[in-house]
């Protein structure tokens, strides 16, 4: 399944076109089924119907861990790089994650987890989150993991949504010199879930912790338990290919995030197949990824991806900057990384801290980067080449989205020619097309339009959990037949594709979807504002960065005060990862006489740009402009 030339990239396309069930039927033979599928694929994007090797059973984790452990089971699958760089990292062996895996799958079975059950995890990255996401799996039961930087009222939001009745955390988090009350963030948030049965509760920072009787237990005493019953394995539970196999919330742009439903058989293909190839992993290469698993980059890049593969991945639990900004180089140093895949938010900030952290740095044992989640502009592209591939490493660009499970356009290392700032060519089985405003399709080369994708692939999103209205309206309404991404692009003379960044109402900062919609509530939920208006702005580290309108005439206090209230409230409502990086307060916001706020024009001066704002004529009241204007931060 592995392509290894330009001439096998080009076949490779040219099948997955022509014959795309042929080509996933070919793919989908290097994976582990109990039984194989009836059909292929059966799909129309009007309803959205997708389904993918439907018939066939499998459970996915006998893909990532019950067929390597004869032929690695004691090579490493998860290296774990502890917050603290003075404290014992761990190795975790393909038997060893086995063990575990089988362990805590007991665990949850013990406290009543069965197959189709959805279950929420919160914790840090500790290898314990790599293992409560796979133990799900194992039993058929659905995971939804919440990042740790999202607030109780969030997990809450997610936790009702998906009827979680079994919630993983640990008593607390650390992150560089922060530390993070992960169990009374749940504590708070499950005041509002009765659906919530047990909690499980790793200790890892022995932080103290309320526990209640009969809904609380500490993850030890129950691995204690299971060993007392004297079960090592967990049988696999058979799934079928198109048995949910998790949930994971994203935000878009209008109301709440929505729950993305991934199913077992697709996914697995999917993010197996792109990790090998994107990666051209090799057998003993050590992996490293500095996402988040609370993210699709995990989930996918982390976990399912390279464990299908048997590749060693490593999972840090840390900041890039603490205990200074040389940690992912002390990382790639110490476990002699090989392949490097970060965010250029990342890239960016350590770039500002020049060459200084990567003294007496030995980056040697790298052979391949990778970038996601935002453009990678082309300065911080040639740092990344220069200072950390000694221009000897390809950059493989990859983008991609939460929906789209894997891989979407993407360099393949050493076969795709690159080019800085391109994501350069679509992998096999994605077919993309760019169109105008009324989904007319922009034909040949050196073009600019709205990115669709116009054939399923097996990696794709199924479903919005509970609503799949909102998965049509989302995702298939707004062209007729296109799966649309609502991301902004550009297609040069050469056929390469760069990703220009969203067109809807959706904030990427640093790599993170921030609904503004969302942000708006937030602030509105604040007593004395009246209203809001979020955008955008360039931002030098983030990408972008949130710049908040706010109408707030009665404010206690003075206007920094005033400031901090509405960041707290933010805080309180969404995450810290949402909180504005500008407030700037305002007596109205440009409106329509329908009432519709003029973003455009807001936008424009929150870039700075106030030369030329365009027509305003139509607002009902144009003087605002001009105070929003004097007022500009
Ligand atoms: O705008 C695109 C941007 O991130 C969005 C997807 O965000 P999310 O679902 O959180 O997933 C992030 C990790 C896959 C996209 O719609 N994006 C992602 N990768 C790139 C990118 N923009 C430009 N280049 C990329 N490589």
């Known amino acids: 399944m592995k392509i290894t030339s330009f001439p096998e990239y080009e076949q490779a396309y ?39 090797f439907k018939g066939a059973k499998l459970n996915i984790t006998e893909n990532c861990l019950d067929r390597h452990l004869e032929t690695m089971g004691d090579k490493p699958a998860i290296i774990w790089e502890p917050n603290d760089p003075t404290e014992d990292h761990r190795v975790l062996t393909y038997k060893q994650l086995y063990d575990k895996v089988c362990q805590f799958a007991n665990v949850l079975k013990n406290n009543g987890a069965k197959k189709g059950d959805r279950i929420c995890i919160y914790m840090p990255m500790v290898p314990e989150l790599a293992i409560a996401v796979l133990a799900c799996a194992r039993l058929g039961a659905i995971h939804s993991v919440v990042f740790g930087g999202f607030s109780a009222q969030s997990i809450a939001d997610r936790i009702l949504d998906a009827e979680c009745n079994i919630v993983i955390t640990t008593d607390g988090g650390v992150r560089g010199d922060k530390k993070i009350p992960m169990k009374t963030v749940i504590d708070d948030a499950l ?17 103290p912790v309320s526990m209640i009787k009969g809904r609380d237990v500490w993850w030890e005493d129950e691995i204690k338990k299971v060993e007392t019953q004297g079960n090592k394995e967990f049988i696999a539970e058979e799934m079928d290919a198109e048995d949910m196999l998790f949930i994971l919330y994203t935000s878009g742009s209008t109301g709440k995030p929505k729950g993305v439903v991934h199913t077992c058989g697709g996914y697995m293909v999917y993010a197996g197949y792109t990790f ?24 996918s890049y982390i976990v399912y991806g390279p464990l299908s593969q048997g590749a060693t991945t490593v999972m840090f639990e840390g900041v890039p900057t603490w205990p200074d900004a040389g940690r992912f180089w002390d990382i790639v140093d110490k476990y002699k990384v090989n392949i490097f895949y970060t965010a250029p938010t990342a890239i960016r900030s350590l770039m500002s801290f020049g060459d200084e952290p990567l ?33 000897k490493c390809p950059i ?3 983008w991609w989205q939460t929906e789209t499970g894997g891989f979407m356009i993407s360099p393949i290392a050493n076969v795709t020619p690159l080019k800085p700032g391109y994501a350069t060519l679509p992998l096999p089985g994605v077919q993309p097309i760019l169109v105008d405003e009324k989904g007319e399709e922009i ?9 669709c994708i116009k054939f399923p692939w097996p990696g794709m999103l199924r479903t919005t959990y509970g609503d799949h209205e909102r998965c049509r309206t989302t995702y298939f309404a707004t062209y007729k037949d296109l799966y649309f991404t609502g991301d902004g692009c550009l297609r040069d003379e050469d056929g390469y594709y760069r990703i220009t960044g969203r067109v809807d109402d959706v904030l990427n900062v640093s790599g993170h979807r921030i609904g503004t919609a969302e942000v708006e509530n ?14 955008g702005y360039p931002h030098d580290i983030k990408g972008q960065g949130v710049y908040a309108f706010v109408v707030c005439p009665n404010q206690h206090g003075d206007q920094e005060l005033a400031r901090k209230d509405i960041m707290m409230t933010v805080s309180r409502i969404i995450g810290a990862i949402a909180k504005p990086d500008k407030i700037q307060f305002v007596t109205g916001l440009p409106k329509t006489r329908s009432g519709k706020i003029m973003r455009r024009i807001l936008r424009k001066i929150a870039e700075g740009d106030t030369s ?14 001009e105070d929003i204007k004097a007022g500009a931060l």
């Open 14 to 52: 040219k099948k997955s076109v022509e014959q795309p069930e042929q080509f996933w039927k070919e793919i989908a033979d290097n994976f582990l089924w109990r039984k194989k599928w009836d059909k292929i694929l059966n799909w129309n994007f009007t309803e959205p119907k997708i389904e993918w």
């Open 191 to 207: 005041v509002r879930c009765p659906s919530v049965k047990k909690v499980i509760v790793l200790t890892h920072t022995r932080t």
């Open 276 to 299: 090998t190839n994107a990666f051209q992993y090799e057998p003993g290469e050590v992996y490293f990824c500095t996402a988040d698993i609370g993210w699709i980059t995990g989930h």
């Open 359 to 391: 003294k007496g740095k030995d980056l040697s044992s790298l052979t391949k980067l990778g970038s996601v989640g935002e453009p990678l502009n082309e300065e911080a592209w040639h740092w990344f080449d220069e200072r950390i591939g000694k221009k």
């Open 396 to 398: 493989v660009d990859t």
């Open 443 to 451: 034909l040949g080369n050196g073009v600019s339009g709205n990115l």
């Open 522 to 535: 937030a602030i509105n939920m604040h007593s004395s504002v009246v209203e809001s208006a979020v955008v």
């Open 612 to 625: 030329n704002l365009g027509d305003i004529s139509t607002l009902l009241d144009p003087g605002v402009v």
